[in-house]
């Protein structure tokens, strides 16, 4: 996790608390943002679903937010049944490709590091739920176990090989830290899938979707500025989740 350098980044983050160097707090925020350097605005859809999206530009630092219906468990069903299929496409294509596994319920730390482990993958970041001091629901991210330098320092987006699939010290320095909290259990974590993990996770229970969209509006980017440097495009945090406890697919914290 990096620091918010951009008034985009920071504008679709949205209700953040605190930020370390892996790991980050916010407070619940299900409505995408959108007044930040808009320069496109468009719908397109996955198969027959539809969704909105905008493009926004900080100079030369893109950004996409965007928004689809998720008021009734219906939506969201449809939500989800549209990007696994998108991912099985994306699978199908034999190349590696970016999704976030978004589970159905709450896995508890013990319970993610084991589904990590049997599934073959390497989160570059998960999503916990927590509740703070206050009762507040808190979402917070956490990265993997990073790989450290001769001497000792971490390296940022260097998960160490066979190490912890997420950092369980630095959570624990968090938890508390200024804002303190108690975890409920990981929501969902970003992965890089081929066909084989794909397939895996296909035939794991725990998973709702495999969600997709940020990479499909991530490539989306790339086509209209061909010329954007790599790392300067990112994609709102996926809403399917939250909205997946607003409708009572999941339980509330």
């Keep these: 996790m990096v620091k918010c350098s951009s008034p ?7 209700g953040v608390v605190a930020i370390i160097a892996v790991a980050s707090i916010s407070l ?26 905008a493009i926004h530009d900080d100079g030369g630092v893109f950004a996409v937010s965007y928004d689809y219906p998720r008021r009734s468990a219906a939506d969201v069903h449809a939500a989800a049944s549209a990007m696994n299929q998108a ?21 508890s730390l013990d319970e993610f590091t084991t589904f990590a482990r049997a599934n073959g993958i390497s989160p570059a970041q998960s999503e916990l739920r ?73 035939r794991d229970h725990r998973v709702f979707a495999v969600d997709v969209l940020p990479q499909v509006l991530i490539n989306e980017v790339r086509r209209r500025h061909p010329g954007a440097k790599p790392g300067s495009i990112w994609a709102q945090d ?11 697919l999941a339980p509330k914290p």
Excluded: C
Aim: net charge neutral; charged share 15%; proline share 7%.
């Design 8 to 14: 985009v980044r920071a504008a679709l983050l949205g």
């Design 28 to 53: 619940i925020n299900s409505n995408p943002a959108d007044a930040v350097g808009v320069q496109w605005k468009d719908s397109a859809s996955l198969g027959s679903w539809r969704y909105h999206y």
């Design 87 to 107: 991912a099985s496409t994306f699978a199908s294509s034999g190349s590696p490709f970016k999704a976030t596994l978004v589970f159905g319920r709450p896995l």
């Design 130 to 202: 927590a509740i703070d001091s206050e009762g507040r629901p808190l979402k917070v991210g956490i990265a993997p176990e990073y790989s450290r330098d001769a001497a000792g320092r971490l390296l940022i987006g260097q998960p160490l090989p066979g190490g912890e699939p997420i950092d369980t010290a630095a959570l624990a320095r968090l938890e508390t830290g200024k804002h303190t909290f108690t975890v409920i259990g990981v929501i969902s974590t970003e992965v890089t899938l081929d066909s084989a993990s794909f397939a895996k996770i296909q």
């Design 238 to 248: 996926p809403l399917l989740y939250p909205a997946m406890e607003a409708t009572g």
